[in-house]
């Protein structure tokens, strides 16, 4: 029913059954990466509980799915505390809410801005630090502080570099995906082995990440686009633009398609032009990304306890052939 027809006591009935269905979802997800439901209902029960905590800021805890960056860390690894959290992102699911997004974004910051916009990887975020140009420690997003250590798994991923032309510390962010190729080939195997199938090239790629065997992890072929850099104001980088360019001189796969764009016009095309190629793609993608492109207003604008304000996920219509089904019978 419309918000508006809520009691405060149906909210509180409300918005604790949604918290509890999805954390059960959020569970099955994040630490088994084998979700119960598709996306999209996560998505709508999720934007239900924002909109009821929205309407009744006193039911807002801080441990609700909203206030908290979900996933977890598995026993068995060892956990990286992150120098800097690693966080969610906040996500639209129309045009007129990314252009509420972009009026939110000149008012906040007074000027008009260009956007760097993105392709929205469907994978798991990684953080990977060097030394002196050396690799020395590769990690998962976790619950955003705590990740787990998959350094010795990250090290199999042959986009990786283990070592930098140039000695310098760094930390860079990116997401680590497997490619369709290689998901499609897994779960076939998978199937003819009797071993439950991946739902998706996201939740493969989490599994195989998070492996305790880093030959199993080698043997899945993962790839990686890498999108951030920590700190990027120490090596002379003033724009997430420039920022693709120079991890991409350091030797990082970065992903081709981004673009700075100036108006809206140019993000809605940009948005219709990948939702149209989404399928020919060698990775999955789940919509865009808007970036603000300055460094500087980015960290003027900063952080929610969850999400970055100077970025959003424009997060396309679901798949309509894509179902989750666990024993698939494959034709070949
Ligand atoms: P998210 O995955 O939607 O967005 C944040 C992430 O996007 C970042 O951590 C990063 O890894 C990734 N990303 C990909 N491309 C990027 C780019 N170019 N630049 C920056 N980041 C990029 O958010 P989340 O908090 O990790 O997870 C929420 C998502 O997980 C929702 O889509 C939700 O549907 C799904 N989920 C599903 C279930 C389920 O049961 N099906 C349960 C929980 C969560």
């Given at each position: 029913?419309?918000?508006?027809?809520?009691?405060?006591?149906?909210?509180?009935?409300?918005?604790?059954?949604?918290?509890?269905?999805l954390r059960?979802?959020a569970q099955?997800y994040y630490t088994?990466?084998?979700?119960?439901?598709?996306?999209?209902?996560?998505?709508?029960?999720y934007?239900?509980?924002?909109?009821?905590?929205?309407?009744?800021?006193?039911?807002?805890?801080a441990d609700s799915p909203t206030q908290q960056v979900g996933g977890t860390v598995?026993?068995?690894?060892?956990?990286v505390s992150h120098?800097l959290p690693m966080l969610s992102m906040g996500d639209?699911?129309?045009?007129?809410?990314?252009?509420?997004?972009?009026?939110?974004?000149?008012?906040?910051?007074?000027?008009?801005?260009?956007?760097?916009?993105?392709?929205?990887?469907?994978?798991l975020a990684i953080s990977?630090?060097?030394?002196?140009?050396?690799?020395?420690?590769?990690s998962t997003r976790g619950d955003g502080s705590i990740g787990e250590?998959?350094?010795?798994?990250?090290?199999?991923?042959?986009?990786?570099?283990?070592?930098?032309?140039?000695?310098?510390?760094?930390?860079?962010r990116?997401?680590?995906?497997?490619?369709?190729?290689?998901?499609?080939?897994?779960?076939?195997?998978?199937?003819?082995?009797?071993?439950?199938?991946?739902?998706?090239?996201?939740?493969?790629?989490?599994?195989?990440?998070?492996?305790?065997?880093?030959?199993?992890?080698?043997?899945?072929?993962?790839?990686?686009?890498?999108?951030?850099?920590?700190?990027?104001?120490?090596?002379?980088?003033?724009?997430?633009?420039?920022?693709?360019?120079?991890?991409?001189?350091?030797?990082?796969?970065?992903?081709?398609?981004?673009?700075?764009?100036?108006?809206?016009?140019?993000?809605?095309?940009?948005?219709?032009?990948?939702?149209?190629?989404?399928?020919?793609?060698?990775?999955?993608?789940?919509?865009?990304?808007?970036?603000?492109?300055?460094?500087?207003?980015?960290?003027?604008?900063?952080n929610t306890v969850k999400v970055p304000?100077?970025e959003?996920a424009?997060?396309?219509?679901?798949?309509?052939?894509?179902?989750?089904?666990?024993?698939?019978?494959?034709?070949?």
């Amino acid at each position: 029913k419309p918000i508006k027809d809520y009691s405060l006591a149906d909210a509180t009935t409300t918005v604790g059954e949604l918290r509890q269905q999805l954390r059960r979802y959020a569970q099955a997800y994040y630490t088994q990466d084998a979700p119960l439901v598709e996306d999209s209902v996560y998505d709508d029960q999720y934007r239900q509980l924002q909109e009821l905590e929205q309407a009744f800021p006193q039911l807002v805890t801080a441990d609700s799915p909203t206030q908290q960056v979900g996933g977890t860390v598995l026993a068995g690894f060892t956990k990286v505390s992150h120098q800097l959290p690693m966080l969610s992102m906040g996500d639209v699911f129309s045009l007129d809410e990314l252009a509420s997004f972009d009026s939110r974004m000149q008012k906040a910051i007074q000027q008009t801005t260009t956007y760097n916009v993105e392709l929205k990887i469907d994978g798991l975020a990684i953080s990977l630090r060097y030394e002196a140009g050396k690799l020395v420690l590769g990690s998962t997003r976790g619950d955003g502080s705590i990740g787990e250590d998959v350094t010795a798994n990250l090290r199999t991923v042959a986009s990786i570099p283990q070592t930098l032309a140039v000695p310098i510390d760094l930390e860079v962010r990116g997401e680590c995906y497997m490619p369709k190729a290689s998901f499609e080939k897994l779960n076939r195997e998978r199937d003819n082995n009797g071993e439950a199938v991946f739902a998706n090239p996201r939740n493969a790629a989490a599994g195989s990440l998070r492996q305790l065997n880093s030959r199993v992890t080698k043997e899945r072929q993962l790839d990686t686009f890498i999108y951030t850099i920590v700190n990027a104001d120490r090596y002379g980088v003033t724009t997430q633009a420039e920022a693709l360019k120079q991890l991409q001189e350091w030797g990082f796969h970065v992903n081709p398609e981004s673009m700075v764009a100036t108006d809206l016009q140019q993000i809605d095309d940009y948005i219709q032009r990948y939702q149209a190629q989404r399928d020919e793609l060698p990775y999955g993608i789940d919509g865009v990304v808007l970036k603000i492109n300055q460094l500087s207003l980015q960290a003027e604008l900063g952080n929610t306890v969850k999400v970055p304000r100077w970025e959003i996920a424009y997060k396309f219509p679901p798949e309509e052939a894509h179902t989750i089904v666990r024993d698939i019978e494959w034709t070949v």
